[in-house]
Nanobody
Framework: QVQLQESGPGLVKPSQTLSLTCTVS??????????WGWIRQPPGKGLEWMGV???????IYSPSLKSRTSISRDTSKNQFSLRLSSVTPDDTAVYYC???????WGQGTQVTVSS
């Protein structure tokens, strides 16, 4: 059973970089043909797809966030990470990592952007 777990700071200051890690267990992030994604949900709003990294390490980003988003991976640790730069309070959200093909999600982690 594939499980995903988000981790990282829950509070980030404006203009700084938000950094989260998704640790995957029960399966490899290099398994064909999986896409590993980051999705967020701001308070009172719907889910917003941010981007993915594929099993080959290829990135696909949301156009609205592409300039600020970087998704990377560490295959030796079976982890993939999100970096969102120049954050503002509008980036406050619950952040999820997921395995798109299986609709498997982490439990989510709250990140608040505030000084």
């Amino acid at each position: 059973q594939v499980q995903l777990q988000e981790s990282g700071p829950g509070l980030v200051k404006p203009s700084q970089t938000l950094s989260l890690t998704c640790t995957v267990s029960g399966g490899s992030i290099t398994t064909k043909y999986y896409h590993w994604g980051w999705i967020r949900q701001p308070p009172g709003k719907g889910l917003e797809w941010m981007g993915v990294i594929t099993y080959e390490g290829i990135n696909i980003y949301s156009p609205s966030l592409k300039s600020r988003t970087s998704i990377s991976r560490d295959t030796s640790k079976n982890q993939f990470s999100l970096r969102l730069s120049s954050v503002t309070p509008d980036d406050t959200a619950v952040y999820y990592c997921n395995l798109e093909a299986r609709d498997y999600w982490g439990q989510g982690t709250q990140v608040t952007v505030s000084s």
